[in-house]
């Protein structure tokens, strides 16, 4: 009797294991057969033929290639809660080269069934997307707010508004990790909110254009975005280079703004919007705008609320010339103790340290960020991530400036400590001899 309870039991278990397991969906361009069955020895070759068999919690997973013709733009969920990604979405050289390309024929993804924060596509290059009399060249929100990860959206176009993205009707979309360059519209070049509170975190925003407003971003009748850890540089507009907006309240966070250019209101432009009697208003704390005051334009009526923290230098970029390649820009922070070469996939150490290291909100989440750092998150792009510029000495543990008894007493504390920690000096997840090794040989270090 109680060896079939237990065959029981263990039957239990393994109907409950297979039933929790997650379901992928395989794609690749070059599969060995058209349309292919989504099996990772037959993958479809089409992505909304991988979409059209999902159900909710399926992943499904696209290899890298190039993704163009009937099948693979204007790409539909239809309100699945799934994930569409790459097969690694935090290998920036994988998202490069796993490409959605409409070739002008059309938008990249069109997000209009009420997708939530549940359907989740990460780790794709969209470029090419074309709306033709429309909106949204690359992406397409309507009533939808998907999460986009890790995502660039390139070289895309709308005749009307958005030609990166374009949100409208509480199309309140997340946006993390993602770049928006090279992108074109009537109105908001970059990305285009209407009646929706997109939040973008970490996020590169530039070299977007617009004939009229925003260049980076237009936000437009209750467009209320919230943007934190953002650069948004070098996009061009005749009002707002960076950031318009129009009947909209607007919060930005931790983040760079930098040679935008427009005719009025180079960094940020806030007017009134007659039609629905709205005045704009934004909330900028411990960011970096570049000349400030100078390149903001502020109607009557709107309010501007420079908050706590805010400076006014050059960012120090680890390469950025305003007139040169836009292809050879890097926008890691320079820094004398640590930046991060996406290149050689190395820190390198710089003459300079950017002022927008440790200068981001106190209250901000500083943990992700790689030791040595002032205990404060950075401004831009990277900050509050892995790839955020370092600085400080690492035996400094609590960032005084020195390397003294203090520190020695805080690094006995955690002795053979077997975790990751500021104390854990060689990274492998125990504090012991090696780490003394190194504390010793930064004894009596100040900062200069």
């Not at 409208?168 to 993390?176: A, C, E, H, P």
């Not at 609320?305 to 230098?313: E, H, L, Q």
């Not at 040169?324 to 340290?353: C, E, I, M």
């Amino acid at each position: 009797m109680k060896g079939n309870l237990l065959l029981i039991v263990f039957s239990l278990l393994c109907i409950t294991s297979v039933s929790n397991a997650v379901n992928i969906i395989y794609v690749d361009v070059d599969g060995p057969n058209e349309p292919g069955g989504g099996t990772i020895d037959n993958p479809f070759r089409k992505i909304q033929d991988a979409i059209g068999t999902a159900i909710d919690g399926d992943i499904i997973e696209v290899r890298p290639g190039i993704y163009t013709g009937e099948g693979n733009y204007d790409l539909n969920p239809g309100g699945k809660s799934i994930t569409i990604r790459s097969i690694n979405p935090e290998d920036p050289n994988i998202t490069a080269n796993t490409v959605i390309d409409p070739n002008g024929a059309g938008r990249g993804i069109y997000f209009v069934s009420e997708e939530d924060p549940n359907c989740v596509v990460s780790g794709f290059t969209i470029r090419n997307g074309y709306a033709a009399s429309g909106s949204g060249g690359g992406i397409y929100c309507d009533g939808s707010s998907p999460s986009i990860i890790n995502c660039t959206i390139a070289s895309c176009t709308a005749d009307f508004y958005g030609g990166g993205i374009y949100c409208y009707n509480s199309s309140n979309l997340r946006l993390t990790g993602c770049t928006i360059t090279d992108n074109s519209a009537g109105d908001g070049g970059g990305i285009e909110c209407e009646l929706s509170s997109p939040q973008l975190t970490n996020c590169i925003i530039n070299n977007n254009q617009t004939i009229l407003h925003g260049g980076g971003v237009d936000c437009y009748n209750l467009g209320n975005p919230i943007l934190t850890n953002c650069t948004i540089v070098k996009n061009s507009a005749d009002v707002g280079g960076a950031v318009c907006l129009r009947g909209s309240d607007v919060s930005i966070k931790n983040s760079i703004l930098c040679a935008n250019e427009a005719v009025i209101g180079e960094q940020l432009a806030l007017l009134y919007l007659n039609s629905t009697s709205y005045g704009s208003s934004t909330l900028v704390d411990y960011c970096n705008v570049r000349d400030g005051q100078t390149r903001v334009s502020v109607d009557p009526d709107c309010a501007l609320i420079w908050g706590a923290g805010n400076i006014d230098v050059d960012p120090n970029f680890a390469s950025f010339n305003p007139g040169g390649d836009h292809n050879l820009w890097d926008f890691h922070l320079q820094s004398a103790y640590g930046r991060w070469n996406p290149k050689g996939q190395t820190w390198v150490n710089d003459p300079n340290t950017s002022a927008c290291i440790d200068a981001g909100d106190p209250n901000s989440d500083w943990a992700s960020e790689p030791w040595p750092n002032g205990k404060r998150i950075n401004m831009g792009a990277y900050g509050g991530t892995n790839q955020a510029s370092k600085n400080g000495n690492p035996a400094d543990f609590d960032v005084n400036g020195v390397v003294n008894v203090v520190d020695f007493a805080k690094f006995s504390l955690k002795w053979f400590a077997e975790e990751y920690c500021i104390e854990d000096l060689t990274g492998n997840r125990e504090v012991d001899f090696a780490d003394l090794i190194v504390f010793v040989e930064n004894w009596l270090w100040q900062n200069q």
